[in-house]
């Protein structure tokens, strides 16, 4: 493994949004646009009720299985005490989240928060220049990650446990896909004196071992040949990583292995089956296309093209991108189960790549229609679009 030093590089590997038109977007703001405006300012008040909170560690909850404060811990989110046993047996509920996997006790929730204050605060950093954000931002990146009183452990061994039954499942490696976007956001933060090369390197450290932990441990090789979300978005979690590591040493296996996980996951005519078996089928559906994007992104900066793969079925990429465009567009019209039908304001991303690579205006539509819900509810997200 080796780990590059391209800190300076202006040219960031950015996956979860276009760096180049949020660098756009700040060239607007700063002419005097006020189309942000509104934008702008929610971010703005967001960020600064974080300068004052307390940064969480991964120690913070209950003692793991493994006996280290330092594992994350959780159990899983559809994970629920057997009501039949009075004792800690546990069962799994499809399309049912138990409130307690989101406890004090466990670190999903705390996680999930830690990388959405470092989203905000490096965002709020990139568009005001103020290192007040980019200093928050550090201290909390120290505080989960780097400090060797309060970091993560880089694996995720006792992630999903099911009580009662084990001690952590494979399906746990799905609570670090946010993390692709986190580590798109700190690369905002290199401009500021609060993040040094040092201290990037360590990060870049961090990932390179959890990324060893994926392709190595029993969880990672177990979840790797899942034919559904967790198959592809393990790899777009590995790609990701590599990427911001500065290693792009085995891309050609990441490449071989998404061409195999398209062919077993998405039909001739686009739909996604294991997505649609579930009861939340249509956020399934579409979370399950956000992974095939999020690794076609990340396999594109190491020169690999798995958004023009047609695989032996002839099925691919577009296709699913085709089938669930009108029901992004009218989730009504959603003729599978009734669960999760919300459409994911999240993947709007995904559908601006989706258009600049196939060219099909329904594909605009769709992001135009997202970008529109974001506006209407003064979205802070709407930073990262093109709206003008």
């Not at 499809?94 to 965002?123: C, H, Q, T």
């Amino acid at each position: 493994m080796r780990i590059t030093d391209d800190f300076g590089n202006s040219n960031y590997k950015i996956i979860s949004f276009d760096y180049s038109l949020l660098k756009s977007n700040l060239a607007y703001v700063n002419s005097g646009g006020k189309l942000f405006t509104l934008s702008l300012n929610v971010l703005v008040e967001e960020a600064n009720k974080l300068l004052t909170a307390p940064p969480f560690s991964v120690v913070d909850g209950d003692l793991p299985p493994s006996g280290d404060l330092h594992d994350f811990y959780s159990i899983g989110k559809l994970s629920w005490m057997n009501p039949e046993e009075n004792n800690n047996h546990y069962v799994r509920r499809d399309g049912e989240s138990n409130p307690e996997a989101f406890s004090d006790k466990y670190d999903l929730k705390r996680f999930e928060r830690v990388l959405r204050r470092i989203n905000i605060l490096s965002l709020a950093f990139f568009f005001t220049s103020d290192n007040r954000y980019a200093s928050k931002a550090s201290n909390i990146i120290d505080v989960w990650f780097l400090n060797n009183t309060t970091r993560m452990n880089p694996n995720m061994n006792n992630a999903s446990v099911q009580k009662g039954v084990n001690d952590g499942m494979a399906i746990g490696i799905i609570f670090t896909v946010s993390l692709i976007e986190t580590l798109d956001h700190i690369q905002l933060l290199r401009t500021s004196r609060y993040w040094s090369l040092n201290k990037h390197k360590k990060m870049q450290q961090w990932v390179a071992q959890y990324t060893k932990w994926l392709e190595s441990s029993k969880f990672g090789r177990q979840i790797s040949k899942a034919d559904n979300n967790h198959g592809s978005w393990f790899y777009a979690q590995v790609a990701s990583y590599k990427l911001f590591s500065g290693n792009f040493e085995g891309f050609d296996k990441i490449f071989d292995e998404a061409k195999k996980h398209v062919s077993a996951q998405i039909e001739p005519d686009g739909r996604l089956p294991a997505e649609i078996e579930r009861v939340s089928s249509f956020s399934y559906s579409v979370y399950g296309l956000r992974s095939f994007a999020t690794l076609a992104k990340a396999l594109s900066f190491a020169g690999y093209s798995l958004w023009t793969y047609k695989a032996p079925n002839h099925s691919g990429l577009e296709r699913a991108f085709s089938f669930l465009a009108p029901y992004m567009l009218d989730k009504n019209a959603w003729p599978y189960n009734n669960g999760g039908k919300n459409v994911d304001d999240t993947s709007f991303s995904i559908w601006r790549n989706a258009y600049t690579v196939y060219k099909n205006p329904q594909h605009l539509h769709v992001y135009n229609h997202i970008v529109t819900m974001l506006k209407e509810k003064g979205d802070w997200r709407m930073l990262y679009t093109y709206y003008r």
